[in-house]
């Protein structure tokens, strides 16, 4: 199956970049890129393909004209970034390359203020409602003091 260019595959390939900077794939980098390809429709086995455009092992479908259009917001950008955050912080430890995968995400999308003050305030609530709430928005606190939106 040969990948077609799609703002998609795009975001899927930058987040990817970020991901395998350090050689590996964690569970937790899995998690945000199996949202990414949910949301966006990619097709099954779109990580090894993916992994080989990044190898240079096949050439990929997005050129420059291209990523230039895609970058930028569109519907559904913010529900796709707060199902991210949420695979990010689910566990005791975020990673730098998680957390430079949001802020990919955050960028390319083009994640507005108040749209990033609505996510962080959904995640806040629907934390409130489980078990470990504390540590969980003790993660959230941390990243957006890492990583304040700018």
């Keep these: ?11 899927y390939l930058r987040s990817l970049k970020v991901a395998v900077d350090d050689d590996i794939i964690t569970d937790d980098e899995m998690a945000i890129l199996s949202v990414l390809a949910n949301s966006q429709g990619l097709p099954g ?6 992994w080989a455009i990044l190898r240079g092992e096949i050439p990929s479908p997005i050129t420059s004209d ?3 259009q895609w970058e930028g917001r569109q519907m559904g ?4 970034y707060q199902s991210a955050l949420i695979a990010a912080l689910s566990d005791e430890v975020i990673t730098d390359d998680e957390w430079a995968m ?4 955050r960028r390319v999308m083009d994640i507005q203020p108040d749209e990033h003050a609505l996510v962080e305030e ?4 629907m934390a409130a409602k489980h ?6 928005t003790a ?4 990243y957006l003091t890492l990583h304040p939106y700018r």
């Design 45 to 50: 086995g779109v990580l090894g393909q993916c």
């Design 122 to 125: 959904a995640v806040r609530a």
């Design 66 to 68: 291209n990523a230039a």
């Design 139 to 142: 993660r959230l606190d941390r």
């Design 102 to 105: 949001l802020d990919v995400m």
């Design 131 to 136: 078990e470990g709430a504390e540590s969980f």
């Design 1 to 11: 199956m040969t990948l077609e260019a799609s703002r998609g595959l795009h975001f």
């Design 77 to 80: 950008d913010a529900t796709t």
